[in-house]
């Protein structure tokens, strides 16, 4: 197994940057592709960004495209999430999560990250 801690969430006004950080303990932290969902208040969770194991290759969504960066350190056994320009709608808990796979077509589905973080709060103000 893997342990997934999330930290760096905060309040921040619109425009501004937070940078998200997910510390992973137990097994090796380089054997997972890596991912970021947000959930708000009454919406479904929902896919960001993930990253491959080397760190090669990331997916983001849409709606996070040229605004966030995923990036993440095996020495230090964590993944990172950038997020500039932030707007309102980011306001969200944002989790990180772990996949032993990498799929192209399943990389948005949560039910193929097996680990979870607890979550951090973001909450953009206008």
């Known amino acids: 197994q893997v342990q997934l801690v999330g930290s760096g969430g905060g309040l921040v006004q619109t425009g501004g940057s937070l940078r998200l950080s997910c510390a992973a303990s137990?097994?090796?932290?380089?054997?997972?592709?890596m991912g970021w969902f947000r959930q708000a208040p009454g919406k479904e969770r929902e896919f960001v960004a993930a990253?491959?194991?080397?760190?090669?290759?990331?997916y983001y969504a849409d709606s996070v495209k040229g605004r966030f960066t995923i990036s993440r350190d095996n020495t230090k056994n964590t993944v990172y999430l950038q997020m500039n320009s932030l707007k309102p709608e980011d306001t969200a808990v944002y989790y990180c999560?772990?996949?032993?796979?990498?799929?192209?077509?399943?990389?948005?589905?949560?039910?193929?990250?097996?680990?979870w973080g607890q979550g951090t709060q973001v909450t953009v103000s206008s």
């Open positions: 137990g097994r090796t932290f380089s054997s997972y592709h």
């Open positions: 990253i491959t194991r080397p760190g090669s290759i990331t």
């Open positions: 999560a772990a996949r032993p796979n990498w799929s192209p077509v399943t990389i948005r589905d949560a039910r193929e990250y097996d680990y």
